[in-house]
């Protein structure tokens, strides 16, 4: 990621991970922006061995997990659904109990899980979609059925690599992993001087995984003309990473007072030769054009619809290819990037990154994900 000109915290993005295959490209994220942490999500009331989900809103709500508060156990127990089947459950850091709403909560609909003192019979029926977390000699892989992600282990100063070093695509496939050990870096490329770097989980499965990665390096002085706007001194960048279970999107939310940037090479394994986004309106066709090559129009001057962009790039924006930051009137670029072959079945791979709670969004500016296509050798 990158982080530049207002050294505050702020951001958070998220990719979105499916794929496809091509051309010989090379789409390349570089990430810019700053952050926190994000909640699991919101949950009902409890009873003493049960808790109740109720729709009252008449829309459908999609699988995710939920937590709600729970007082500590004095001894095993285990949750059900409905069925009696065991489903999973976890104890999250905060004392919090978090649940898996399997398939989503229907239109009014109300969902009822149990809970259950002792040990269970049999493994829990969403065993096969919880998220697990693999050591490798150089890095952790944190995986659930649809998608997986690479972070290194604690790492020499003298390399310090960056909090993401692959992700894995829907047909296994790993992006990021052909061009090993990517590295963090400041602004103009060189490698950051990072005094100290840790992993540490915050949550460690089976239906959350949360890991930071926290860098700490020496931060140069931010001058503008004559005035300096941040002095020298210690400085830190903190990747928090989200995988849930049963969701297809790794969640990176940072946090940082340094101008800082890595990025993730996803050409190889994805080949993309086109991309989708959706904002304001673009500055000429070769920047975004709708599904008939019109130029894309304003947003009050058409229906709501996604700017196609072919790749590689070729037309020039003022300010670059930045995911926004929630931004309105984004031109050229939007709140989302969607890449993929367009010749490709329906089946196959697509990689997107989208912004995250516009609530965790402090003092961003220019910062977020930023998309560079090249042309493979």
């Excluded at 001087?193 to 089976?206: K, N």
């Excluded at 790039?313 to 670059?320: D, E, H, I, L, T």
Aim: with cysteine; aromatic share 8%.
């Amino acid at each position: 990621m990158c982080h530049n000109m207002h050294r505050e915290r702020s951001c958070m993005s998220a990719f979105r991970l499916l794929a496809r295959m091509s051309r010989p490209l090379a789409l390349v994220f570089v990430f810019c922006c700053l952050a926190g942490k994000a909640p699991v999500g919101q949950a009902s009331e409890l009873s003493s061995n049960q808790f109740v989900l109720v729709e009252r809103l008449g829309i459908h709500h999609p699988d995710q997990i939920v937590d709600l508060e729970r007082s500590s156990e004095a001894g095993a127990f285990h949750v059900t659904a409905n069925d009696s089947a065991v489903v999973h459950h976890q104890r999250l850091s905060d004392g919090r109990l978090a649940v898996r709403v399997q398939g989503g909560l229907q239109a009014n609909e109300t969902r009822r899980f149990h809970i259950v003192p002792g040990a269970p019979a049999s493994l829990p029926a969403d065993d096969a979609d919880s998220v697990r977390v693999i050591e490798a000699a150089e890095h952790y892989e944190i995986a659930n059925a649809l998608v997986a992600v690479r972070v290194p282990r604690a790492i020499l100063p003298a390399h310090p690599l960056a909090p993401i070093q692959a992700v894995q695509l829907r047909n296994k496939t790993w992006a990021g992993a052909e061009t090993g050990g990517s590295a963090i870096t400041d602004l103009a490329g060189k490698p950051l001087r990072v005094e100290e770097m840790h992993v540490a989980f915050l949550e460690r499965g089976p239906l959350v995984v949360i890991v930071e990665v926290a860098y700490h390096a020496p931060r140069p002085a931010l001058v503008y003309g004559t005035s300096a706007l941040v002095s020298a001194g210690a400085g830190f960048y903190r990747a928090t990473i989200t995988l849930q279970a049963g969701q297809p999107s790794i969640l990176i939310e940072e946090d940082t007072d340094m101008d800082v940037r890595w990025a993730l090479d996803a050409g190889a394994a994805l080949r993309p030769d086109q991309a989708r986004y959706q904002g304001h309106h673009a500055t000429s066709v070769e920047n975004g054009f709708e599904s008939d090559g019109r130029q894309y129009r304003a947003g009050h001057e058409r229906p709501n619809m996604d700017a196609f962009v072919n790749l590689p790039f070729k037309g020039s924006s003022p300010y670059g290819r930045f995911l926004t930051r929630w931004d309105p009137w984004s031109f050229d670029t939007g709140w989302y990037w969607q890449f993929y072959n367009k010749d490709a079945p329906a089946s196959a791979n697509l990689l997107a990154i989208f912004q995250g709670p516009a609530s965790r969004i402090l003092g961003a500016h220019f910062s977020g994900g930023d998309r560079r296509i090249k042309t493979a050798k």
